[in-house]
């Protein structure tokens, strides 16, 4: 444990009085010993409370709706992920054989988890004040640099608002293609705005995430559209 004190002394200025706290934050289930579920699930709680209080301060006129997702856009596991791997969690994570085989120190949800089991250790260790120094330092950078919050919503959202809001039907989703075998599908889907005769197609390898990227190259070719027809 020295190796990881030192690390999080250096990369969140914290070290640990009861380094039990550290070693339990970094270890996933797959290996002996407590693991950090019960750390992540405390870590998680005190996560969504500052970082909602410092998105509440920083935008004074927004709604709860749009603090709601300016929120969400924080504490995902996407960006938890990445927060990690700035912080370089994954090098001291303790995982058992399997999860080192299959490279566990490189997924995104183990990271995630990592990183709000370490807070959650920071919490019990020291309390909710240095808790909430260290996030504070940690999502910094990423709390000066929040987007308007039209710039969170999915592209879904903003492609069914935009054309409610020039009073057009909403858009048609067909699926047209599926290929490959059963656990390695590549779904096909086409997007159609019929009032406007305008289509996209799209290929994914889940429908999640091909639904998300149709309904953002829709939204984006109709924006261009749109644009063109202004400027006319």
Known sequence: MDKSAAWLKQSLDYAFTNEQLLQQALTHRSAPGINNERLEYLGDAVLDFIISEAVYLQRPDASEGVLSRLRSSLVKDATLAELAIDLGVGEHLILGSGEKKSGGHR??????????????????????N????????????????IPDSAERRDPKTRLQELVQSRQIALPDYQVEKVEGKAHKQTFGVRCTIAELDTSTTGKGSTRRT????RQSKCWRFWKRQTRRCRSK
């Open 210 to 213: 091909l639904s998300r990227r």
């Open 130 to 145: 240095e808790a909430k120094r260290i996030i504070q330092n940690a999502f910094a950078d990423r709390l000066v640099e």
């Open 107 to 128: 997924r995104a949800s183990i990271l995630a988890d990592a990183v709000e089991a370490i807070f959650g250790a920071v919490y019990l260790d020291s309390g909710f």
